[in-house]
């Protein structure tokens, strides 16, 4: 069964830092691409950033050189460092995996339970 378990969320002022942590179990990690997606109220789920097995990095253009995605294979781990935050960065925001042969699409893998993130102005 696979499982994937968030951390890292909270309230932070604009401006602030927080690091979500991913903990994946239930899959052969190496073989996964890994993923940060949020969703906001009354929005549709977006990609924040994305990391192949070979650590290629993808990122929305909303956070590039705002956030870093990485991954430590050695504890079957994602995080997600997200910097110089702002309001409209405010969502769930969700861990996905995916196996490598199927990440044009992240709904064929599994998704974790989200953790909060709250920037206030």
């Known amino acids: 069964q696979v499982q994937l378990v968030e951390s890292g969320g909270g309230l932070v002022q604009a401006g602030g830092s927080l690091r979500l942590s991913c903990a994946a179990s239930g899959i052969i990690f190496g073989f996964n691409v890994m993923g940060w997606y949020r969703q906001a109220p009354g929005k549709q789920r977006e990609l924040v950033a994305r990391?192949?097995?070979?650590?290629?990095?993808d990122y929305a253009d909303s956070v590039k050189g705002r956030f870093t995605i990485s991954r430590d294979n050695s504890k079957s781990t994602i995080y997600l460092q997200m910097n110089s935050l702002k309001p409209e960065d405010t969502a769930v925001y969700y861990c996905?995996?995916?196996?490598?042969?199927?990440?044009?699409?992240?709904?064929?893998?599994?998704w974790g339970q989200g953790t909060q993130v709250t920037v206030s102005s």
């Open positions: 990391i192949t097995p070979g650590s290629s990095t």
């Open positions: 996905n995996a995916v196996h490598l042969r199927l990440h044009h699409d992240p709904n064929l893998g599994s």
